[in-house]
Every structure is written in C-alpha cells, then in structure tokens.
C-alpha cells in the first residue's frame, strides 16, 4: 500500500514538473506576468502607458520613443545623437553639450543664451538688442567695432589702381575720380575707417551733400593706432597730406599737410559745397614712401551760419559776430567795400601771360574805378580766364605814404586774413602809368599762400597802379578781396616808416638821425657807415675799433696777391686766379690777423699765406665779413656779397673749403688745424667769379 502511495507521489510531482516547464518555456512581455528580464508587464505592448512594449518602465533611456520624447537610443548619454533629455543633440535642446558654451532650450536671442549657445554679448557672432553688427569679435577697424557699432570701412582699390610710389611732399601720384565711387558717396556724418598699404597707396572718397542748401563740412584724418584715434593729435606717429578735389578740376582746390605742425602731422581743412556739389577727398602719406596701417577719414557736414568764424558760401567776410559796423556785417557782407567796374586793364582780355606778369596791362581803365587816395576793400575777380585787374592808387598828401597791398580768396572757407594755401594763385606789380614795374610778388608765403601782397612807397603827389593777375593767365578766379591801406609816413613820429633810415622822435639833424630820417655817419652808433671799417658803439681806442671807427691791428691787402693777371671764368667756387709766389706779398702770417681787402673788379681773386711756426698743432678759424656800409664784423652778410674760401698748400690743391658760413649767410667761414710748421694759402673768391666787393675783412684767430 505505501509502496502504491509512493509511486502515485512521483507521478504527482513528476507532472507539476512538466507544467512548470511549460509555463517558462511560455513566458513573453504582454502576458501579464512580470517574468524575469522584465520590469514590468501590464498585459499589453502599448508605450506610453507606463509600461511599454518591452516590458520595461517607461522613460527617457529605455529605447522607446514615447511621450514627449523626440528620440531614445536606450542610454541616457548626451552628445551622441540623441541627448539625455531624449532630444536630439544640438544648440536649444536644453542640454549643454561639446562646443556650446550655454544651452538654454531655446533659440532666443538677447536672454542670456543666443541662438548659436553663446552668452550674450558682444562678440559673440549674433546680433542682439543694443547691436548693430556683431562680427563674433570685439576688434574695431574691421566694419563693426569692439562696442558692436557699425563702421564704415573703405573698399579699395579706391585710387588709380595702379598703386606706385614716387608723389612728392602732399601731392601723390595716384588720384583718381572713378574708383572713388567704390565706396559711395559720402553725405552725411561718417568716419570712414582705412589704411595706406603698401608704401605708394593713396585713397580717394567722394563726399556730396545731397541737401538743398549750402554746407560747411569738415574733414580730418586721424592716426587710429593705438595710443591714438578720433580727436588725438598724430604729433609725429604718421604724416599725411589731404587734398580736395572737385569733379571737373585738374588741380586740387585747397590741400593741407598739418593740423598743427609737428604737434600733429596729421591733415585737417574745412571746405563749403553748395547743394549737390561734390568734391573727392585725396588723403596720402607725406612723400608718398611710408605704410600707414591704420587711420580714420572724419566727416562732420556743418550749415553754413554767418558768425560761425568760418567763410561760407554767400559769406564774404565772417568775424564770429552777426555784429554791423565792424568791417563785416551782420549778413557777413564786407562793409564799405567797394565792387570793381569792368573793364579795368587793357579792354581786350586774353590769355598767354607768363608768371606773374599778364600781358594786360593798360592804365587808362583804371580810372573806371576811381582813384582810390585812402584805404579801401575791392572785392573783385578774374573772369573768364586771361582776365587781369588794374587799379590806381594816388598819394594826395605831401609826404611819403606806404602802400600795403593784399590780395586774399573769398571763396568759402577762405576769407580776408585766412591763408589762400594753394586754392588760387595770383601774382601782383606795382607799375607806373607806362607799364614798368616798380615792385611786384608772387607769394605771400610760398606754397603755404599763394596769395600776393607787397608794400610799396609812394611818393607825394604820385599816382601808381596795382595790377592783379592769375599765375600763368590760364585760369579763372570767381572772387578774391584787393586790401589797401594807404599811411602816411612822417618823418619824426618814432616810428621807423617805409623810406626812413631810423626816427628818433624828433627832426632835428647832427643827433644821428637826420631831420628827413636818414642815418648820419657819425662814429659810435653802432651801424657801419660809409668809410668806416667797425662801429662798436663807442669812440675808445684800443678796444679793437679805434675811435675813428678804424680797425685797430688791422692788416690791408698788397695787390696782387694772386697769380697776376686776374680774370673772370672761375665757376662756381673754384676761381682760376690761384698762385702761392704773390701771397708773399702780405707777409706770412704767424699769429691771429684782420686782413681789410677787397675783390677790386669781377675777376680779382685774393690768396693769403699762415704759417703755424710753433712746435705744436695749432687751430686756425678763419672768417669773411662785409664791410660794406651796415654790415660789419660779426654782422651776418645775408645775400649782400657771396663769397667763397678755399685753404690749399703751395701747389693749389684744395684741402678745405666753405662756401656759405649759413644758409642766412653768404659769407664764408672754417676752421683748419695747422701742423706745426706748416704753411697754407687762404684763397678768396667771389662765387662765380664774376662781380666786385668793395671791401672785405679776413679775421683769422690761432687757437693752440
């Protein structure tokens, strides 16, 4: 019976077994039953329930794309595709990711996080709130500045496009019209950011002012290396040149080097445009051979104001002050000025004058504006090229009266007093009623003002004619200003006035000072006059000027003291007259001397001996004076007499030499070192071999 009830056990657990086996062999997801492998199992494969389709719970990570999930790759790893928030890797998915420096999960700009995932800000390469550029960089000059700023840079080539060096001083070599257009025009406040690069680049931009009404505008350039920019003088850091064209122009208008000299090499000038009128800023670097890597083209457009201090289109006069009965209106008109009636020179206008001399002239028209016998203001012009202006000026008095005569640009920006730079170019003579000139000039002060001014005497009684005319007679000028002041000269007043020698306040001859103001010769007044050889101030003897004005110790020529037989042909500063044999003639010198001499016709040459008869090296200065009357020993020579002086041994051959002791002065000066006994020849010239000086000293001073 046990034996059965055991065996009925077996088979008992033998069939559980079996179905147990089953059931495992059965197991899948969906049916309900957590098996193992499983982390949950609702009885369904839906996702998105909870449980999703491979029994697993749902959520980001588990591989199924559920929810609000855009993807999942089964991991929570970001950067791989498919970030940890189960977004898609990239800027705005929320999540922070290699090479984003934020991420916000958004791509709103301006909230903290831009839409590139960089920090707000400038810099960051997107243009948010505040920006007007953002160029992902906070360099300036590059078109936006450190400050997000929008700037204005040039396009080149903006010149000739054939970049050379070889212009001059301001003038460069490469200007053109047409390229200048690449950049557009400018016509309105700008600061045009550029450079000159290489060596021989020049640029050229096109301002207009596209308004309705006359303009005053202003340009600048500025160094923008570092340490400078906008508005700090250059000092020395670069140099440039700036010139204004006009479209139809073959010269520039007006030009400037420097804004204040050495303080600020660089080129500033205010220029007026009337309504739709251009002009082409030229801006080089000064000779035309020299980088400048960085600089700033400034533009500021002003209205033209009357009593702004700056002469404006319309304007003939501007006195900072709307002011009447001061010279310039309160409409900035010249106030008794008086307008020139044409003709006033020869009637037949034509051009072909050279220099400064027209081909013009005629005085019988002069009248038509009377003949001015006081100060005066003509305002007038030179209209159509060829055309020349004569006007007559008569000294009514009885004395002497000085003519100051000024021509000056009314063109804008220019005005009475204001340089006439290179914007026009005139010439002006003093002439009498048949032509000849009695006094004439070209530049008031070189290239800096071409304008003309001269001063001339006018005797009592005595009519002259001043006659205005363009350099070359080949161009026009629409309006310029003839200032003339006419002053009496007395004789007397305290004054040194044209014609007079001196005026010591009084009339009265024998004090040095003649009753007509001119010098008397009287020794000790300290001015070289005719006979006397020195002047110190005093009449004391052994003081080295005697008090006969005589050079004491001095040494006189003994002719001749060259080869013999003088002759003009010499050049330059080498003469042809040399020999040693005549030198002896004045002794050898040993010691310091003045030697009196003179060249006494064109052609005369002098040849001295020195001698060092020391035992030791001896220095030996040697110096040309003029005696000739008011110049004198240490007085310089200026242009008066032109000497040269050529130390050289027995047989001719030069060893030193000295033409000019100074730029300001024409006589000649060196100094030699002398061996011990050793003799040399100072040789005199004049330069070019070719005049007389009347009377010469040679001061030589031995120096141990």
Same mark, same amino acid.
């Given at each position: 019976?046990?034996?059965?009830?055991?065996?009925?056990?077996?088979?008992?657990?033998?069939?559980?077994a079996?179905?147990?086996?089953?059931?495992?062999?059965?197991?899948?997801?969906?049916?309900?039953?957590?098996?193992?492998?499983?982390?949950?199992? =609702?009885?369904?494969?839906?996702?998105?329930? /909870?449980? *999703?389709?491979?029994?697993?719970?749902?959520?980001?990570?588990?591989?199924?794309?559920?929810?609000?999930?855009?993807?999942?790759?089964?991991?929570?790893?970001? /950067?791989?595709?498919?970030?940890?928030?189960?977004?898609?890797?990239?800027?705005?998915?929320?999540?922070?990711?290699? $090479?984003?420096?934020?991420?916000?999960?958004?791509?709103? %700009?301006?909230?903290?996080?831009?839409?590139?995932?960089t920090?707000?800000?400038?810099?960051?390469?997107?243009?948010?709130?505040?920006?007007?550029?953002?160029?992902?960089?906070t360099?300036?000059?590059?078109?936006?500045?450190?400050?997000?700023?929008?700037?204005?840079?040039?396009?080149?080539?903006?010149?000739?496009?054939?970049?050379?060096?070889?212009?001059?001083?301001?003038?460069?070599?490469?200007?053109?019209?047409?390229?200048?257009?690449?950049?557009?025009?400018?016509?309105?406040?700008?600061?045009?950011?550029?450079?000159?690069?290489?060596?021989?680049?020049?640029?050229?931009?096109?301002?207009?002012? &596209?308004?309705?009404?006359?303009?005053?505008?202003?340009?600048?350039?500025?160094?923008?290396?570092?340490?400078?920019?906008?508005?700090?003088?250059?000092?020395?850091?670069?140099?440039?040149?700036?010139?204004?064209?006009?479209?139809?122009?073959t010269?520039p208008?007006?030009?400037?080097?420097d804004?204040?000299?050495?303080?600020?090499?660089?080129?500033?000038?205010?220029?007026? #445009?009337?309504?739709?009128?251009?002009?082409?800023?030229?801006?080089?670097?000064?000779?035309?051979?020299?980088?400048?890597a960085?600089?700033?083209?400034?533009?500021?457009?002003?209205?033209?104001?009357?009593?702004?201090?700056? #002469?404006?289109?319309? *304007?003939?006069?501007?006195?900072s002050?709307?002011?009447?009965?001061? $010279?310039?209106? +309160?409409?900035?008109?010249?106030?008794?000025?008086?307008?020139?009636?044409?003709?006033?020179?020869?009637?037949?206008?034509?051009?072909?004058?050279?220099?400064?001399? /027209? %081909?013009?002239?005629?005085? !019988?028209?002069?009248?038509?504006?009377?003949?001015?016998?006081?100060?005066?203001?003509?305002?007038?012009?030179?209209?159509?090229?060829?055309?020349?202006?004569?006007?007559?000026?008569?000294?009514?008095?009885?004395?002497?009266?000085?003519?100051?005569?000024?021509?000056?640009?009314?063109?804008?920006?220019? $005005?009475?007093?204001?340089?006439?730079?290179?914007?026009?170019?005139?010439?002006?003579?003093?002439?009498?009623?048949?032509?000849?000139?009695? !006094?004439s000039?070209?530049?008031?002060?070189?290239? &800096?003002?071409?304008?003309? +001014?001269?001063?001339?005497?006018?005797p009592p009684?005595q009519s002259?004619?001043?006659?205005?005319?363009?350099?070359?007679? =080949?161009?026009a000028?629409?309006?310029?200003?003839?200032? !003339?002041?006419?002053?009496?000269?007395?004789?007397?007043?305290?004054?040194?006035?044209?014609g007079?020698?001196?005026?010591?306040? %009084?009339?009265?001859?024998?004090?040095?000072?003649?009753?007509?103001?001119?010098?008397?010769?009287?020794?000790?007044?300290?001015?070289?006059?005719?006979?006397?050889?020195?002047?110190?101030?005093?009449?004391?003897?052994?003081?080295?000027? &005697?008090?006969?004005c005589?050079?004491?110790?001095?040494?006189?020529?003994?002719?001749? %003291?060259?080869?013999?037989?003088? +002759?003009?042909?010499?050049?330059?500063?080498?003469?042809?007259?040399?020999?040693?044999?005549?030198?002896?003639?004045?002794?050898?010198?040993?010691?310091?001397?003045?030697?009196?001499?003179s060249?006494? !016709?064109?052609?005369? *040459?002098?040849?001295? *001996?020195?001698?060092?008869?020391?035992?030791?090296?001896?220095?030996?200065?040697?110096?040309?004076?003029? #005696?000739?009357?008011?110049?004198?020993?240490?007085?310089?020579?200026?242009?008066?007499?032109?000497?040269?002086?050529?130390i050289? =041994?027995?047989?001719?051959?030069?060893?030193?030499?000295?033409d000019?002791?100074?730029?300001?002065?024409?006589?000649s000066?060196?100094?030699? &070192?002398?061996?011990? $006994?050793?003799?040399v020849?100072?040789?005199?010239i004049?330069?070019?071999?070719?005049?007389?000086?009347?009377?010469?000293?040679?001061?030589?001073?031995?120096?141990?």
């Open positions: 019976m046990w034996k059965s009830m055991i065996a009925c056990l077996g088979l008992l657990f033998a069939a559980c079996d179905n147990n086996n089953d059931n495992n062999n059965n197991a899948s997801c969906g049916d309900g039953k957590v098996d193992p492998g499983e982390g949950c199992d =609702d009885g369904n494969t839906l996702d998105g329930d /909870g449980c *999703e389709h491979n029994c697993m719970v749902g959520g980001c990570g588990d591989g199924a794309v559920a929810g609000g999930e855009q993807c999942d790759d089964g991991n929570t790893t970001s /950067g791989d595709g498919c970030d940890n928030n189960c977004k898609p890797t990239g800027c705005g998915n929320g999540v922070m990711t290699s $090479g984003e420096a934020c991420d916000d999960g958004n791509t709103s %700009n301006g909230d903290g996080c831009d839409s590139n995932c920090a707000s800000g400038c810099g960051n390469g997107v243009t948010s709130s505040g920006e007007q550029c953002d160029d992902g960089n360099t300036s000059l590059d078109g936006c500045s450190a400050t997000c700023a929008t700037e204005n840079v040039e396009i080149e080539p903006n010149e000739d496009g054939t970049i050379s060096t070889g212009g001059t001083d301001i003038a460069g070599n490469d200007f053109a019209r047409t390229a200048a257009d690449a950049n557009g025009a400018i016509d309105a406040a700008t600061t045009i950011y550029a450079h000159l690069t290489p060596a021989g680049d020049e640029d050229v931009f096109k301002v207009t002012n &596209s308004g309705t009404q006359p303009m005053t505008v202003r340009f600048d350039v500025w160094n923008m290396a570092t340490g400078f920019g906008v508005g700090v003088p250059c000092a020395q850091s670069i140099d440039t040149g700036l010139n204004l064209w006009t479209s139809e122009g010269a208008v007006t030009s400037n080097d804004r204040d000299g050495d303080t600020d090499r660089c080129s500033g000038l205010t220029f007026s #445009l009337e309504a739709g009128q251009s002009v082409y800023a030229h801006v080089v670097e000064f000779d035309d051979d020299a980088v400048i960085t600089y700033a083209l400034d533009v500021k457009f002003m209205p033209i104001v009357c009593g702004d201090g700056s #002469l404006g289109i319309g *304007e003939q006069c501007d006195d002050n709307t002011n009447s009965n001061d $010279g310039c209106s +309160s409409t900035c008109q010249l106030e008794g000025a008086v307008t020139e009636i044409e003709p006033n020179e020869d009637g037949t206008l034509s051009t072909g004058g050279t220099g400064t001399g /027209g %081909n013009d002239f005629g005085s !019988a028209n002069a009248d038509t504006n009377g003949a001015f016998t006081s100060d005066v203001t003509i305002a007038a012009r030179l209209t159509p090229a060829g055309d020349e202006d004569v006007f007559k000026f008569t000294n009514t008095t009885t004395t002497p009266a000085k003519l100051t005569l000024d021509v000056w640009n009314l063109a804008p920006s220019f $005005g009475i007093g204001v340089a006439c730079g290179s914007s026009i170019d005139t010439g002006m003579h003093v002439r009498n009623a048949a032509g000849a000139s009695l !006094a000039n070209d530049d008031r002060n070189g290239s &800096s003002d071409r304008c003309s +001014s001269l001063v001339y005497l006018v009684g002259v004619y001043a006659h205005v005319s363009e350099y070359d007679d =080949d161009a000028i629409t309006s310029y200003a003839l200032v !003339a002041t006419l002053t009496p000269v007395v004789c007397g007043d305290n004054d040194v006035g044209l007079e020698q001196c005026d010591d306040g %009084n009339t009265a001859s024998g004090d040095g000072c003649s009753a007509t103001c001119q010098r008397e010769a009287i020794c000790g007044n300290s001015t070289l006059d005719a006979g006397e050889q020195c002047d110190d101030g005093n009449t004391a003897n052994a003081d080295g000027c &005697s008090s006969t005589q050079l004491e110790g001095s040494v006189s020529e003994v002719e001749p %003291n060259e080869d013999g037989t003088p +002759s003009v042909g010499g050049s330059g500063t080498n003469g042809n007259d040399f020999a040693s044999a005549n030198a002896h003639a004045n002794g050898a010198f040993t010691g310091s001397v003045v030697v009196v001499a060249v006494g !016709a064109a052609g005369d *040459e002098d040849v001295f *001996e020195f001698t060092n008869s020391s035992a030791a090296a001896v220095s030996v200065t040697f110096d040309i004076w003029n #005696l000739a009357p008011n110049f004198g020993i240490g007085v310089s020579c200026g242009t008066s007499i032109d000497t040269v002086l050529r050289r =041994d027995a047989a001719g051959t030069s060893l030193a030499s000295n000019d002791r100074s730029s300001s002065d024409r006589c000066a060196l100094t030699f &070192s002398l061996a011990a $006994g050793q003799t020849y100072a040789h005199l004049e330069y070019g071999d070719n005049a007389a000086i009347a009377s010469y000293a040679l001061k030589a001073v031995y120096t141990p």
